[in-house]
């Protein structure tokens, strides 16, 4: 699969190309990601649980699920131990489980296979940005979700992202709010800023 990528710094390069294996074989040695994702001034997964903790129906939404986790960020923003996490990294899930932040963190690409059991809600943080996923996955996420289920994600906000990255073209959900434009982090080597969003986006519900 080809589509345009972005380098560390935002800047797009064309026709990169999708590769699971090299995506597993640089986070499974990325054993500092946490630690540089956080010297870097990432605030995407704080900003994620503010936008969870606002939602009039939090309580009631008790099956929860993080894809693309990582180390699990989201969940130690979350604080609470009911969120089930879900990476392509096997290295990341191993930082994750033992990090004792999840209730579960199981190894599963969502380019390819949706979640193995059907959830409230859904968080993706940092996980939309060409190199990772794009909107071709959008399907698995919701056979991932119940009926009226949501996706709470970052969306990038660099220039032309949006539609090369599918979005425009998609069926799957309905957005339902964003957030504001922030910084999330600091470029790795030029120090320019990049910007994301928080949308929350709702499953349309089949017919």
């Known amino acids: 699969m080809q589509y345009p990528a972005y380098d560390p ?3 797009i390069v064309r026709n990169a190309t999708y590769n699971v ?17 956080l010297a870097l001034g990432c605030i995407s997964h704080e900003k994620i649980v503010e936008v969870m903790n606002a939602l009039p129906d939090i ?3 008790t099956d929860k699920a993080d894809i693309g986790c990582g180390t699990g960020l989201v969940a130690k ?23 004792g932040r999840y ?3 199981s190894e599963l690409n969502i380019n390819e296979y949706p979640l193995p059991k059907k ?3 859904i968080t993706a943080c940092d996980l939309f940005n060409l190199t990772l996923a794009t909107a071709d996955c959008l399907p698995n996420v919701a056979s991932s979700l119940k009926e009226g289920g949501l996706l709470i994600m970052t969306m990038p906000q660099h220039t032309g992202y949006h539609d090369e990255a599918g979005w425009q073209s998609q069926t799957s959900f309905e957005l339902v709010s964003e957030t504001d434009e922030y910084v999330y982090c600091r470029g790795e080597n030029s120090g320019n800023n990049k910007y994301h969003k928080i949308q929350t ?7």
């Open 77 to 99: 923003a979350w604080r609470r131990q009911d969120m089930v996490g879900y990476d392509v990294s096997i290295g990341q899930v191993e930082i994750a489980r033992a990090s």
């Open 103 to 105: 209730a579960r963190v």
């Open 119 to 121: 959830y409230d809600l």
């Open 201 to 207: 986006w709702r499953k349309i519900n089949e017919q």
């Open 21 to 37: 294996e090299a995506v597993k074989r640089r986070y499974n040695a990325w054993h500092t990601y946490e630690e540089e994702a």
């Open 59 to 61: 309580d009631q939404r």
């Open 9 to 11: 710094d935002g800047n």
